[in-house]
């Protein structure tokens, strides 16, 4: 199937989730990551259960934030 | 890594930060990679929900809406900036307790002298390394 991750289209193995997606994209300090598939939030406790289909969209980010 | 940004961009980030005075001001920055250059095509003035002259945070939400607007231009996102206004322009212990992607450009603009100063770092969050980045501002 084919995912639009970080805006570039790649193959992946049919059936894969979320918590499958963010190790096989090699996702940096995952345990910090927020997730929006389909431009939609998905709460970290719900990577397991969020089954990726052909044609999602994902996009990974990080709290931004710092100070003086 | 270095980066490249239009003088009409680099004008933008110091007029945000200007506006927002006392507080911090922040914003991301969208682009394109061609080897070790970060061009940048786009900046994103953004709101801080801080609202404070020491902090700034980007939430989520406001990341996905301009990243939203990112991919339907082609850009990617390059990294982002905030504001010292009164400090100089390198990483506090927050900014680098908070970097959590080291892949990006976090750059900062201090207001702290005569003249604004721009400089953009990496920071490895575990290490607490940091790396500057130099900035060419290009004049078309």
Redo the contacts between chains.
Sequence with gaps: MTLTVAGTPKEYPDGINLTRLIELEKVETPMYVTVALNDAFVESGGFEAAVLKDGDTVEFLYFMGGGR | MSIRLKASDYRRIVEHARSGLPN?T?GLLAGRREGDVKHVEKVYPLDNP?A??????????A??EA??D??ALGL?PLG?F?S????PAR??D??I????????S?CILSLAGKEPALKCFRIE?ASRATAEEPVAIITY
Excluded: K, V, W
């Design positions: 911090e922040c801080d404070c002259p020491e902090h700034f945070s980007i939430p989520p939400g990341q996905l990243i939203r990112m991919r990617s982002n905030h010292h206004p009164s400090t990483p506090s927050e900014d307790n908070l970097a959590y992607d080291a892949s990006a976090y969050r």
